[in-house]
């Protein structure tokens, strides 16, 4: 049809049919990553859950599998993650396989509309079959509600410094954790930020977990929490804390806290389309990475998008980096490596005058749908730097950075179908830079439908959806600083299939 030729997405996960949003229980084992989803099978909204399944070899060609969970008497299949316990501490091994547990939110929604606040509940189940099929626990649930409205999400890692099993849980607005030896009986530990970050949305989706501080032996605590709505721009988006974990409780960084101060709020991505991201389990250490997947969308208008054969998308999946810097810790998140081994096309060249960009694209006849853009600015000038996608239809997608008033934007608003919801375009995408820019690097991950931008190395992150009339077939790049160049231009081209 002509929404699949249009809006099908090249290389970012989506279902055959029907909705998905939050990424769910992804492992990585014997050369395969797993994603699970949550997915509703019979139908293009959101409705009763089921953990959908797809297995990729390289995290950017996926193949969907049959459904992996389905709703059963006690509830709904709600967002959390999955481990491959190694050592079978769970018991649920047998005749020597590994067994992968999952670990998820019971929503039942009897319960819910007879209006009680205990109707989510932690439940386990296990796979000796790699992830393909699954057997429920028979003492589900394994955390009871205590009384708490939104309780969900867990997310479970292996800490080996305590030599448990941790788990962060959403809990209304704060996080709690718990720990187990076992999988099976949990002990409440202790919660974090119901003081910190950004509020005034309910907390979803945590994830905790160490990471190696880029160029020092230091080891840091990140914790990424999802928050609906009261994102930066509006809607969902996900927030981070960096700090230590002593195997009971998380205590955000001194440093990491001044910067709270002056901001509120850290953001893992200030776009409007990167969700309930998490990462993934049982990574080898000989890979080392931390690697990470979000719903592309915004419950602000994930129900109206568009795409009527299947409704949303997977970010592509990102490796993140603890850095110090600016006398703080950031996540810095980039496209995983595996991306460029789709390249096809590539043009690089040094020093490119503006007025020369638009006719290499054309001359070169890139697709702008499968393409990766790198760019370098150098002694920036109190300016406006604007990035233009476009086509004949007059769509255009806007991006770039005002160095007079230090920030970044991204503005989808003329960028063809925005109708379909008021809070798809209201405004333009907006975030402050700290300081006076003097140089800049640009990356730019094109899609039919999304656009994800990195600057300086994925420091700063917006990722977002279009969708133009037909397809975007002009760059262009414009400022009101005439003397600038285009530093040390990449083009890449991939090829998929
Ligand atoms: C986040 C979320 C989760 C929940 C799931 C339900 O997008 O609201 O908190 O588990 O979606 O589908």
Not at 267 to 273: A, K, N
Not at 314 to 334: C, D, F, G, H, P
Request: aromatic letters at 14%; charged letters at 25%; proline letters at 5%.
């Amino acid at each position: 049809s002509i929404v699949e030729k249009l809006y099908r997405p090249n290389f970012h996960f989506t279902p055959k049919a029907n909705w998905m949003n939050d990424p769910n229980g992804m492992f990585y084992l014997n050369g395969k990553y797993h994603l699970y989803f949550q997915y509703y099978p019979d139908g293009n909204v959101w409705g009763p859950m089921h953990w959908g399944h797809a297995i990729s070899k390289d995290m950017v060609t996926w193949e969907e599998q049959p459904i992996a969970l389905y709703p059963d008497e006690i509830g709904l299949i709600f967002s959390g993650s999955a481990v491959v316990d190694k050592n079978n501490t769970s018991g649920f091994g047998k005749d020597g396989i590994t067994p992968i547990v999952a670990i998820y939110t019971y929503h039942n929604m009897q319960g819910e509309k007879d209006g009680r606040l205990d109707f989510q509940t932690q439940a386990i189940a296990y796979s000796l079959d790699e992830g393909m099929t699954w057997t429920k626990y028979d003492k589900n649930p394994v955390i009871p509600n205590p009384g708490i409205k939104d309780f969900r999400d867990p997310k479970v890692i292996w800490d080996d410094s305590s030599n448990k099993w941790i788990m962060s849980l959403a809990a209304g607005n704060k996080i709690m954790f718990y720990s187990s030896l076992n999988l099976k009986d949990w002990k409440f530990e202790s919660e974090f930020g119901e003081q910190l970050g950004a509020h005034g949305g309910v907390w979803e989706c945590p994830d905790l977990f160490p990471m190696k501080v880029e160029g020092s032996d230091e080891t840091k605590w990140v914790l990424i929490v999802s928050i609906n709505p009261a994102g930066p721009n509006g809607g969902s988006a996900a927030q981070y804390f960096v700090g230590d974990f002593d195997g009971k409780s998380f205590t955000p960084n001194e440093k990491f806290l001044n910067q709270l101060q002056h901001h509120k709020a850290i953001w893992l991505d200030y776009g409007r389309d990167n969700y309930a991201g998490v990462t993934w389990s049982n990574i080898p250490e000989s890979d080392g990475r931390r690697l990470f997947i979000g719903w592309m969308s915004n419950w602000d208008y994930a129900r109206d998008v568009p795409t009527f054969k299947w409704r949303s998308s997977m970010t592509v999946a990102r490796e993140l980096k603890l850095i110090e810097s600016n006398q703080s810790y950031y996540v810095q998140s980039l496209p995983v490596n595996e991306v460029y081994n789709y390249v096809e096309k590539e043009i690089e060249k040094d020093s490119v005058n503006p007025t020369e960009l638009s006719a290499l694209f054309n001359t070169a006849k890139i697709n702008m749908a499968k393409l990766n853009l790198q760019f370098d600015l150098k002694n920036l000038k109190d300016a406006n730097y604007s990035f233009i996608l476009s086509n004949k239809e007059g769509d255009t997608l806007a991006l770039g950075l005002d160095n007079e008033n230090n920030e970044f934007y991204l503005d989808r608003t003329k960028s063809g179908k925005v109708n379909f919801s008021e809070k798809f375009a209201p405004h333009v995408s907006k975030v402050k830079v700290s300081e006076k820019l003097q140089n800049l690097k640009v990356q730019i991950l094109l899609d039919k439908t999304s656009i994800e931008v990195f600057y300086n190395n994925g420091e700063t992150v917006m990722t977002e959806l279009f969708f133009p009339n037909q397809p975007l077939d002009t760059f262009s790049i414009h400022s009101d600083d005439k003397t600038f160049k285009i530093e040390n231009l990449k083009i890449q081209e991939f090829k998929f299939k």
